[in-house]
């Protein structure tokens, strides 16, 4: 006698799901290895897609890929947890035809992502862990809110010259500027308005509330580099001319793991060192940077190079003879990817970095 089975199995068949990500709703794309199963729409959450999957597919091999974004590596981490294979993948790294550029919506995006997991075509993106995820989160606070204290400056700088108020002489050098004797000085102005007169306070007392926020966070930095996960580290990076407390701690948040480079041109790609070039037979032309790379990292390690190129002999010798060729904004370029190179050398070696004696 036959029976008739109603439970299907999907042992050994691989899903491929794309996620088009958005804060209340996610389009879904499900895709077996040769079908386009369905598009949907769910609510944003991990658990209600792993119960539509085991529901449908039972026993099957889960992929799942989403684009980076707003939402960071939460969703990941909770796919993983339920044992789902799940990347997550640079907006810029998904093949996306002409017709796809200018006829953009949510369903296509997520059948995108689907089809071209399938295919092979995605490589994820390096999820940092928890732990490295927080504590860049201090440092990168800390920079918003040195960036929001910088606009209060300008505020108050155009808040007096709104008003022809003169800076004295004695404020405009870089010692005395915004020192606690100026903040004195703006408090002492008498507006002839009360409503001016109250603008200008309320600039000033966000100003010192700034202050003090942007010192704690400081301060914890500082305890945080001193634990035993930075602290050794943090001597390597700081034996390198330019490098302090937060150059280093920033680096360290950001890059998490230098072993994780397999060589010198993968790290300045993450850091976003490398030009861009457009070559076609004999011609070949090498242009500005490229916009990929980590931003936040790229400009703090620009700023150190200017810093270094004083400091270290051999980068000041390096810099002047690039001056001689190119103008000097493309100069410090090379001494930031020359930087970069004894960055990943004190760190990949673990030894303290000696400046060279130029005979």
């Not at 915004?178 to 109250?198: C, G, H, P, V």
């Amino acid at each position: 006698m036959l029976l008739q089975r109603n439970k299907i199995d999907f042992k050994g068949h691989h899903i491929y799901v794309g996620i088009d990500v958005h804060l209340k709703s996610w389009n879904v794309t499900v895709m077996t290895e040769q079908l386009i199963i369905k598009t949907f729409s769910q609510n944003p959450s991990p658990e209600i897609l792993h119960q539509f999957l085991t529901r449908n597919f039972p026993n099957a091999i889960y992929h799942t890929a989403y684009e980076a974004g707003f939402c960071g590596y939460w969703i990941h981490n909770q796919l993983s947890a339920l044992e789902i294979d799940s990347i997550v993948v640079n907006p810029a790294d998904i093949p996306t035809t002409d017709k796809e550029k200018v006829n953009k919506t949510d369903k296509r995006d997520s059948k995108k992502i689907a089809r071209s997991l399938r295919s092979g075509h995605l490589k994820g993106i390096h999820v940092p862990s928890l732990k490295t995820l927080e504590d860049r989160n201090l440092l990168r606070t800390r920079g918003v809110l040195v960036r929001d204290l910088t606009r209060n400056k300008n505020r108050i700088k155009s808040f007096l010259y709104f008003h022809g108020i003169e800076i004295p002489e004695r404020f405009k050098s870089k010692s005395t500027h915004w020192s606690k004797r100026f903040m004195s000085w703006l408090k002492s102005i008498e507006m002839s308005e009360t409503s001016a007169q109250k603008s200008l306070n309320l600039i000033i007392e966000s100003s010192e509330n700034l202050r003090l926020t942007i010192l704690e966070a400081t301060r914890e930095i500082r305890k945080l580099s001193q634990s035993e996960a930075y602290a050794g580290q943090v001597r390597l990076l700081r034996s390198i001319p330019g490098i302090g407390l937060l150059t280093a701690m920033t680096i360290l948040t950001e890059l998490e793991r230098i072993n994780r480079f397999s060589n010198f041109d993968q790290l300045c790609s993450f850091v976003g060192l490398i030009p861009s070039t457009n070559s076609s037979g004999d011609k070949e032309n090498i242009g500005e940077l490229t916009h990929r790379g980590n931003n936040f990292l790229r400009c703090i390690i620009v700023e150190c190079a200017w810093i270094a190129a004083r400091r270290d002999l051999a980068l000041n010798k390096s810099y002047h003879e690039y001056c001689k060729r190119m103008e000097p904004a493309k100069a410090i370029i090379r001494i930031a990817r020359k930087l970069l190179n004894r960055i990943r050398f004190v760190l990949k070696n673990n030894q303290p970095y000696e400046c060279p004696v130029i005979k």
